[in-house]
């Protein structure tokens, strides 16, 4: 355990970690300050937490409540407060000590046989926190519960990537990174200015997902830029350090914004996903009563599987018509884009995924760089 740094700029489970101490200091009659301390783990690094609540509500149960901080950060989770409830129950030899479930709004895997979206450092992080409290004949059950979960879930884009009901509780650490943030965008640049002395070639991956695509089907990591959403200044910045070739890999509803003219990709911004669509429908023919369809679509993965259906139905090629061109005009926005700003000529090509993380399209010059990148 290391130095004490203030209680700001944190993620989830880190906040759901110290409602769970503060309701098992209750059952335990422990002394509760307004605050708790805890160990982030990821970084190995002491905390205070300030409480919200504590209340008794069983002979055995207890509620504390928190409110999510994430910092100097665009996130939806700000303010939403993490009910966690911590039943103290009598442990049986050889039972497991620390069971953790996900209440309301916590989101479930459809993929996962519809577990808890409850991941490996939040089981971690509350595990290795709540042990110190705990004597050997002593087990705790901890549910989870977002009350607005459900609410913010309709504002991302968990259900594409199979997350449904709710929100997860994900991440590496416990510090919340401004992903969407100019220090987040500096971050990048730095990487973006080190990795143009050692190639010509680049991957903008968007997000975890698109790190996670890029990385299994064999780009080498010193191709790769996690750009988060801000593709616009780092295109511009690959044309001023003369990068020849960008390959720009992503969520088919992230990517889709760049066919637009939308460069900076978070929601809280821009969306135009849907109208971009429709765009390229009628520019390859869609008939209008499809484009009244598609129109009617909540999100780009429901245009994505009405396109499907309707091709399975008409035995027609529309879907791979208009991602095929938006794909396209991915590439010549983005050549235009770093044109406007920067005197050099840089080759871009895009790579489209779905929500399983299967690509839906590639641009042909998306098709020859990846070809070039795996070959090297």
């Given at each position: 355990m ?12 880190v906040?759901?970690?110290?409602s769970s101490?503060a309701a098992l200091?209750?059952l335990q009659?422990r ?13 190995s ?6 409480i919200n ?6 002979q055995?149960k207890s509620l504390a409540?928190?409110e999510?901080n994430p910092g100097d950060?665009?996130?939806?989770t ?5 009910w966690v409830i ?6 049986n030899h050889?039972?497991?000590q620390?069971?953790i479930?996900g ?13 808890d979206?409850i991941?490996f ?9 709540l042990?110190f ?5 002593e ?6 519960i ?12 968990n ?5 449904v009901?709710g929100?997860?509780?994900l991440?590496?650490?416990?510090i919340?990174?401004?992903l969407?943030?100019?220090s987040?965008?500096?971050n ?15 991957v903008?991956?968007l ?6 695509v ?9 191709n790769?830029?996690?750009?988060a959403?801000?593709i616009?200044?780092l295109?511009i ?10 390959l720009l ?10 066919a637009?003219?939308?460069?900076n990709?978070?929601h809280?911004?821009?969306?135009g996903?849907?109208e ?6 009628v520019?390859?023919?869609l008939?209008?009563?499809n484009?009244q369809?598609?129109?009617?679509c909540q999100t780009?993965?429901?245009?994505l599987?009405?396109?499907?259906k309707?091709d399975?139905?008409?035995n027609?090629?529309?879907?791979n ?8 005009t991915?590439?010549k ?7 406007k700003h ?7 090509g ?5 929500r ?11 098709k020859?760089?990846?070809k070039?990148?795996i070959?090297?």
């Amino acid at each position: 355990m290391n130095n004490i740094i203030a209680s700001s700029g944190y993620t989830l489970p880190v906040f759901a970690c110290a409602s769970s101490i503060a309701a098992l200091f209750r059952l335990q009659n422990r002394k509760i300050n307004d605050e708790i301390y805890l160990d982030l783990v990821e970084p190995s690094t002491i905390i205070t937490v300030p409480i919200n609540q504590v209340v008794k509500i069983h002979q055995n149960k207890s509620l504390a409540i928190t409110e999510s901080n994430p910092g100097d950060n665009l996130d939806l989770t700000r303010n939403t407060p993490i009910w966690v409830i911590v039943e103290l129950k009598k442990r049986n030899h050889n039972q497991t000590q620390i069971v953790i479930k996900g209440g309301e709004g916590v989101g479930k895997q459809i993929h996962n046989g519809f577990k808890d979206a409850i991941y490996f450092y939040a089981e971690k992080l509350l595990k290795y926190n709540l042990q110190f409290y705990l004597t050997s004949t002593e087990k705790i059950i901890v549910t989870i519960i977002l009350p607005e979960g459900k609410k913010l879930a309709k504002q991302t884009s968990n259900e594409s990537f199979g997350i449904v009901q709710g929100l997860s509780l994900l991440g590496t650490s416990g510090i919340a990174r401004p992903l969407s943030t100019i220090s987040q965008l500096h971050n990048c640049q730095k990487e973006l200015q080190k990795k143009s002395q050692e190639t010509d070639t680049l991957v903008f991956c968007l997000g975890e997902n698109g790190l996670f695509v890029a990385k299994k089907i064999g780009i080498h990591s010193q191709n790769i830029i996690k750009t988060a959403n801000w593709i616009g200044p780092l295109l511009i910045m690959a044309g001023a350090e003369r990068i020849n070739s960008i390959l720009l890999f992503g969520y088919h509803g992230k990517l889709i914004k760049l066919a637009g003219g939308i460069f900076n990709t978070h929601h809280h911004l821009a969306d135009g996903r849907l109208e971009v669509l429709i765009t390229h429908g009628v520019k390859v023919g869609l008939p209008p009563k499809n484009l009244q369809s598609l129109f009617k679509c909540q999100t780009a993965e429901d245009a994505l599987n009405f396109l499907r259906k309707l091709d399975k139905e008409t035995n027609n090629q529309w879907g791979n018509k208009i991602y095929q061109s938006i794909a396209e005009t991915i590439d010549k926005k983005a050549q235009a884009y770093i044109n406007k700003h920067v005197s050099f000529n840089v080759t871009i090509g895009s790579i489209l995924f779905k929500r399983d993380r299967t690509i839906v399209v590639s641009s042909s010059t998306g098709k020859f760089l990846l070809k070039k990148l795996i070959q090297v």
